[in-house]
């Protein structure tokens, strides 16, 4: 088993920054694929972006050139650096690990971006 806590969410105005972190305990995750996804109200979860134990990553289309993510296995621990942030990043912030059929999450972080 694998648990998860993000932390590092928050309140933020339009333009700012927040560090997300997500802590994995019960097993090294370093050889799982990490992602962060978002919940909006009203919305689907979709996935944010993603990182391979290998370190490829991937985005969506959105958050291209303004979110950063990055695991650092000694630490067991996955990061989503946002910069350039915009109302329409508020959302629930949940981590994910995934390795063959396990799917493991986090309780999430809230991540509010005033106008």
């Known amino acids: 088993q694998v648990q998860l806590v993000e932390s590092g969410g928050g309140l933020v105005q339009a333009g700012g920054s927040l560090r997300l972190s997500c802590a994995a305990s019960g097993r090294t995750v370093s050889n799982y694929v990490m992602g962060w996804f978002r919940q909006a109200p009203g919305k689907q979860r979709e996935a944010v972006a993603t990182i391979t134990s290998g370190g490829t990553t991937n985005y969506v289309d959105s958050v291209k050139g303004r979110f950063t993510i990055s695991r650092d296995n000694a630490k067991n621990t996955l990061y989503l650096q946002m910069n350039s942030l915009k109302p329409e990043d508020t959302a629930v912030y949940y981590c994910?690990?995934?390795?063959?059929?396990?799917?493991?999450w986090g309780q999430g972080t809230q991540v509010t971006v005033s106008s």
């Open positions: 994910k690990a995934t390795r063959l059929w396990n799917n493991y």
